[in-house]
């Protein structure tokens, strides 16, 4: 004989499958049940008489969130309608609820494995949005929810993305609110990325291996999210303040009109006012929509990576328009910006001696071998211009890749000592600041003392 439940109101449900569902939760057990329409619902019974009260506040908290969302979105995106019932002669509270089948989870699995990555992140942000509406409406009631799994948000049958299991809230503190938003933006970055979320700095945005996913069909950086939307995340993810869920809300209702739409992002809305950091992200987003560059956006993004954290953002921006001027062949246009760039600390200095530099390489190159040089000069640039010694530190005696990416440096520099004339001073200092900054790492590595002090002063030599 099927187990019924009854509410109140004489609505009543049949299990029909007393084989439990769902994951294992301490307080409750989940099974499959009918209502007398034949619609399919799902019964989630307590385990014990002593979590029945925690039962009937989540009840209430779910039609509490339900009519607040309804009033303010005309929509609800919790589980809707909701019954308190329990089955004849038992003890056992119990709460009934529409029974969804697909997981924002498995549809972006899905479109990941079928290289839809684009129809991905849509989804992603479409389940973000609605996610955030349910929070401001549960933060009327003076509460914050930090308890949540990437399993918890589900798909309608008319497309809405739904969010269960609201039984364990917090008081509407500003430590909890800084606290709902990490945890909330971490569920997304794993479910994007399938990899646990790091609290780093911004630059991890612009690192594609850190978000490519295992199942992602898509190529290189493109088989992960757009670096817009890892930056939203990885700034949500860093020294923030309560209001920044405000903020949140906005950049994620402007990314997903992006997305919709098949616009650009408008920077002010977005908050960048890095240079750098905005046109990795617009020609990123320009290439998954399908009128980019791959050339152009791997650059950019390369560029986002190249400058040290205490570089000023009007430095950065008059870097970036030299290097807009480079590509497009302007070197006395490029100049300009360099003399606009107003340097103040050693390391703005030496990187403005070093684009110099570059400036200098590409007007002692032939003509006809300018266009093959200028992509070479700004990798070198890109990749001196970061403070490796800091990177080789945070990485510890693994600083490998760092290395690598400086002996690239002096293999396109050995590229351009083959292809230019009357050049050989300002390629050597460029090469003596690549070699001693690899020595550096190699001796780090090494644990060697003695080199990594003879390193740094042929560093300080070089610069």
């Keep these: 004989m099927p187990t019924i439940y009854k509410s109140n109101e004489g609505v009543q449900f049949t299990v029909t499958d007393e084989r439990p569902i769902g994951g294992f939760s301490p307080f409750g057990t989940v099974y499959a049940a009918a209502a007398d329409d034949g619609s399919a619902w799902v019964v989630k019974v307590s385990k014990n008489p002593d979590f029945n009260a925690r039962f009937e506040a989540e009840y209430h908290t779910l039609t509490e969130v339900a009519k607040a969302t309804q009033t303010k979105y005309k929509q609800t995106y919790s589980p809707d309608p909701v019954h308190l019932v329990r089955a004849d ?71 809405r993305v739904v969010t269960i299991d609201w039984n364990v809230l917090q008081a509407y503190t500003d430590e909890a609110r800084v606290t709902e938003i990490k945890v909330t933006v971490r569920r997304w970055v794993e479910l994007a990325s399938q990899r646990n979320a790091r609290e780093n700095d911004l630059s991890t945005a612009f690192t594609d291996s850190d978000w490519v996913r295992t199942d992602a069909g898509g190529k290189g950086g493109l088989g992960s999210i757009s670096v817009g939307l890892r930056w939203i995340f990885a700034q949500a993810l860093g020294k923030i303040t309560p209001d920044h869920f405000e903020t949140l809300r906005k950049q994620l209702d402007h990314w997903r009109s992006c997305l919709d739409d098949k616009t650009l992002p408008d920077r002010q809305l977005l908050g960048i006012s890095n240079e750098a950091v905005f046109n990795a992200v617009e020609l990123d987003l320009e290439l998954r929509l399908g009128r980019g560059n791959q050339t152009a956006r791997t650059e950019a993004v390369a560029a986002a990576l190249a400058y040290p954290a205490n570089f000023s953002t009007t430095v950065i921006n008059q870097f970036e328009a030299a290097r807009r001027h480079i590509l497009g062949g302007d070197s006395n246009a490029a100049r300009q910006a360099l003399d606009s760039a107003q340097p103040s600390t050693p390391d703005e200095r030496a990187a403005v001696g070093r684009w110099s530099v570059g400036l200098d390489v590409l007007a002692g190159s032939q003509q006809s071998e300018r266009t093959t040089n200028r992509p070479k000069i700004l990798t070198i640039l890109n990749r001196l211009t970061r403070r490796w010694q800091e990177d080789a530190q945070i990485e510890g005696a693994d600083s490998g890749g760092a290395q690598t990416k400086l002996e690239d440096v002096l293999r396109l520099l050995d590229e351009l000592d083959k292809r230019t004339t009357g050049v050989e001073s300002p390629l050597s200092s460029l090469r003596a600041e690549a070699a001693a900054r ?23 030599a070089s610069l």
């Design 89 to 159: 002669e038992s003890a056992l509270q119990a709460i009934a609820m529409p029974r969804y089948d697909k997981t924002l989870a498995s549809i972006m699995g899905e479109q990941y494995k079928s290289d839809a990555v684009l129809e991905a992140e849509t989804w992603l942000v479409y389940g973000a949005t609605c996610y955030l509406k349910v929070l401001d409406a549960i933060h009327a009631t003076a509460a914050t929810c930090s308890d949540r799994k990437q399993d918890d948000f589900f798909i309608t049958s008319d497309n």
């Design 438 to 460: 690899a020595g550096y790492l190699a001796a780090l590595k090494e644990k060697d003392t003695q080199k990594r002090h003879e390193s740094l002063t042929a560093l300080q």
